[in-house]
């Protein structure tokens, strides 16, 4: 196996252009690091990195099967152009759509790029030997809005590494060196980005301000972090609480230290991203409050498995509500995490890397 990718935002270290790691080789290419956060910036990572990408891709020895991710929106051609030279299948890997995801970004509005992206991934979508999408809605989106060949679009969500993360306890060194052992402990860990509506649980933070026994913790860095900092700094959210990225060693100890984890989604990016956040929540065993649409596959997820609860976007006093009921009821709240660490079992990460082997199989061998 071969993988071309970029290098890693968050890493001082000196890491070579090509190396062998478990068997995989990993081939790095260059792209400009500017800020993210503003369009310029994002789109001249996409382009430099699109460029160096292509050109690895094309130099590479004959695949028996070329996959892509949608992101940067425009790589799958870079991987198209590969597959073509060497004369093999094209597997298209939509973990987001564009040009919907981009629209809904407050930074970025131009219909001109938008109507350039929308015929590039339709292209894509159409050259495809397969493509996969990361839950009905998206699979639904694809074929609906994207022109996808029902019978080459196959879900494979994403996945959590049971036993990587699993239930652990509360009081535990993360816990204790942040002061929060005592407290009910509401957390989002992860990216802080665009893409989510994380406004409302600062607006769910406020009423909940004389609520000393209650911490609302954001673990993790993006884009938005700067933002949400400032907001919470001037609304004095005392009760609201900011830390790092953590390590891969310590994330086991951050999950166990929530009471109740939150997702959150923009409204109108259903089935245009999928929050990976919420199976390492489920693996977790902690109840899940999801701000999301209803047709939205994180809403699907906590409805069946019956692991938490799910409100509407920007509706903060459904969520400080929720909270509050949580909060109250820790029994309830502990049957939610069982049965949310029964659901993260089915999206264990070998089932999940099980199903893309057999659709790749499928594919190079007919088997």
Request: proline share 5%; aromatic share 6%; glycine share 6%.
């Amino acid at each position: 196996m071969t993988v071309v990718c970029g290098y890693p935002l968050r890493s001082d270290a000196e890491l070579p252009a090509c190396e062998w790691r478990n068997g995989v080789h990993i081939v790095r290419a260059v792209g400009s690091t500017f800020e993210p956060k503003q369009f310029v910036g994002r789109a001249a990572n996409y382009v430099t990195y699109f460029t160096s990408a292509a050109v690895k891709g094309l130099r590479m020895r004959k695949p028996d099967v070329i996959v892509a991710l949608t992101d940067p929106p425009i790589i799958g051609l870079a991987a198209l152009a590969a597959a073509r030279r060497a004369r093999a299948p094209f597997v298209f890997l939509c973990e987001d759509i564009f040009p919907e995801v981009a629209t809904l970004l407050e930074d970025f509005h131009s219909t001109a790029v938008n109507d350039a992206l929308t015929k590039v991934n339709r292209f894509l979508v159409r050259k495809a030997t397969r493509i996969v999408a990361l839950g009905d809605t998206m699979r639904r989106r694809l074929v609906e809005g994207k022109g996808a060949e029902p019978s080459k679009v196959a879900v494979i969500h994403n996945w959590a590494d049971c036993s990587a993360v699993a239930p652990g306890p509360r009081d535990n060194p993360f816990a204790r060196r942040h002061g929060l052992v005592e407290k009910f402990v509401v957390l989002h860990a992860g990216n802080i980005g665009l893409s989510q509506d994380l406004e409302i649980v600062l607006h769910a933070a406020d009423p909940l301000r004389d609520r000393t026994d209650i911490a609302f913790v954001f673990v993790g860095e993006g884009a938005k972090k700067k933002d949400l900092q400032e907001l919470a700094h001037r609304r004095d959210l005392r009760n609201v609480t900011f830390l790092p990225f953590q390590p891969r060693e310590v994330m086991d100890q951050s999950y166990a230290t929530a009471d109740v984890a939150l997702i959150s989604l923009k409204r109108g990016l259903a089935g245009v991203i999928v929050p990976s956040k919420v199976y390492n929540v489920l693996a977790s065993g902690r109840p899940c409050i999801a701000a999301v649409e209803d047709d939205c596959e994180v809403a699907d997820i906590i409805r069946t498995h019956g692991c938490g609860y799910v409100v509407a976007p920007g509706d903060a006093a459904a969520l400080a509500a929720r909270v509050l009921d949580l909060a109250k009821d820790r029994g309830k709240a502990a049957d939610f995490g069982t049965r949310a660490r029964q659901a993260a079992l089915e999206f264990d990460r070998p089932r999940q890397v099980a199903a893309y082997d057999a659709l790749l199989r499928e594919i190079t061998t007919g088997c």
